[in-house]
DNA sequence: GAACTGGATAAACAAGCGTTCATACAGTAG
DNA sequence: CTACTGTATGAACGCTTGTTTATCCAGTTC
């Protein structure tokens, strides 16, 4: 409920901006209140951060599993960020637009999912170049393309939303076909 | 000055988390001696935002109008990004990740500028779709595509900086194949 | 040299921040 | 009934925030 709510205003406000007080208060609480479940502001912003990204990395470590060649892993993902990022926008958005406030041990662990999740990708490009199933567009360029896919993806957050005329099963039909290409899939 | 090391702050802890006194004290000065400058610590943030935004659309507009077919037209409006993006990445990341925090008419004048640059690439993508040059994934998705090229060129700056072994004429080469492959260009 | 200007200062301001704490109270267990 | 646990409260804490103000000083202009 508290969590709820602070991704809520995280979202619209960004964390630095979003005050205890209007975080309870949106829960009909006192300000104190929050100190029975959270230990700290930073405690709070970094549990809705880490939860959407462990539920992303789980997402996509699942439906890899069950996809076969590249071009098959490389929609599976882009199906899962899509996903990710469409349906659940607020707290997708907070996660990757407020970790940097994060610090020490916290910020540590963040940055190590979200270095995981991009080797993921970089990792399915490498085996579908070997294979001769893409052909990316330079040499050892198998970041960069999978940043740039990433990226194209996750910022979904910041101007979709659900409703007439694009589903988000449209959008992922749409960015799946994007990913593609990008990558040179015969 | 003032606005160069609000830029460095800005980047580095958001605008919010960054204080008068971070700024004024960067650059040897104290609190007070910010509103000889600026208004209120919002006009200096709408200044730096502002700024970055109208220099990337003359570019754009520059550009653009010395490209002749669509493809090339796409191709100089992401080799302007890219260049932006990367060179100038503290100052393009503010505008792109604080804008939010602008109020009333400032928010408004930024919110237009980014609508412009927007449509500048889906008339684009439109205009080659209509003469064959571009084959998108779909039904009027020229603004989804166009969103799709922006936010891979825009999030350049979270993460690029110039150095070995990639430069930013490499990366422009890069982005360009992207995009023209994004587009479906023949 | 008098008048004016631009820009710096230290000090203060009210408001708001995250956080703590003593207290209270409802529900459950023994 | 008693003891305990979990959770809420309101008031306070010390600190920081953006901003204002009276004052000062170095240049420039006449």
Redesign the interface.
């Known amino acids: 409920m508290l969590a709820a709510a602070a991704v809520d205003l995280f979202y619209r406000q960004?964390a630095?901006?979003t005050t205890i007080r209007e975080i309870t208060q949106a829960c009909g609480l006192t300000a104190g209140a929050l100190y029975n479940h959270f230990a700290s502001k930073e405690e709070l912003l970094y549990t809705v951060v880490r939860d959407s990204h462990l539920n992303l990395d789980a997402a996509v470590v699942r439906e890899l599993d069950s996809a076969g060649d590249p071009p098959a892993k490389l929609a599976a993902i882009v199906r899962v960020y899509v996903e990710q990022h469409a349906r659940h926008r607020k707290s997708s958005r907070v996660a990757n637009?407020e970790y940097?406030?994060l610090t020490g041990e916290r910020r540590a662990e963040i940055v190590e999912i979200r270095r995981r999740l991009r080797d993921r990708v970089t990792d399915v490009l490498r085996a579908g170049e070997r294979s001769g199933h893409f052909q990316l567009?330079?040499r050892d360029?198998a970041t960069?393309?999978a940043?740039?896919?990433l990226?194209?993806c996750?910022?979904?957050s910041?101007?979709f939303h659900e409703g007439q005329p694009?589903t988000t099963a449209?959008?992922q039909?749409?960015?799946v076909?994007?990913a593609l290409?990008?990558a040179?899939s015969t």
């Open positions: 960004g630095t901006a637009s940097g406030q567009p330079g360029e960069i393309v940043r740039a896919i990226d194209m996750v910022h979904i910041a101007w694009l449209d959008l039909d749409r960015y076909t994007l290409r990008m040179g």
